[in-house]
Structures are given as C-alpha cells and as structure tokens.
C-alpha cells in the first residue's frame, strides 16, 4: 500500500509543478494590462510605481 502512495505522489507531483509554474507565468505576463485596468492608465499614481516597480525588479 506505501508503494502506491510513492507512486501517486511522483504522478501528481510533476503535474503539480507544472501548473503552479504555468498559471505564474500567464499572470505575469499579463499583469500590466490588468495594472493599466485598476489605475485606469493614471501612470503617475504612487501605488502604481510601487507595483511596477516590484515587477520590474523581478523580471
């Protein structure tokens, strides 16, 4: 029965990641036009620079 757990967990485990790791990168990817939404293009607003900024740092 242990056997089988191990084996489930390294079916599941790749997948796992995998996902994880994708839906990140669709978000990032996508975060300046949901940014551009929120402040409706108000490039100047403190919030925003300190947002952009953070992205920026960890591209």
């Known amino acids: 029965m242990g056997n089988l757990t191990v084996i489930g967990y390294f079916i599941?485990?790749?997948i796992a990641i995998a996902l994880t790791y994708y839906v990140a990168?669709?978000?990032f990817k996508n975060s300046i036009v949901?940014?551009?939404d929120i402040f409706a293009g108000d490039r100047k607003s403190?919030?925003?620079q300190t947002i952009?900024?953070?992205l920026v740092s960890t591209s």
Do not use: E
């Open 34 to 36: 949901y940014m551009n």
């Open 46 to 48: 403190p919030m925003r």
């Open 52 to 54: 952009f900024s953070g």
């Open 12 to 14: 599941y485990l790749p």
């Open 25 to 27: 990168y669709v978000l």
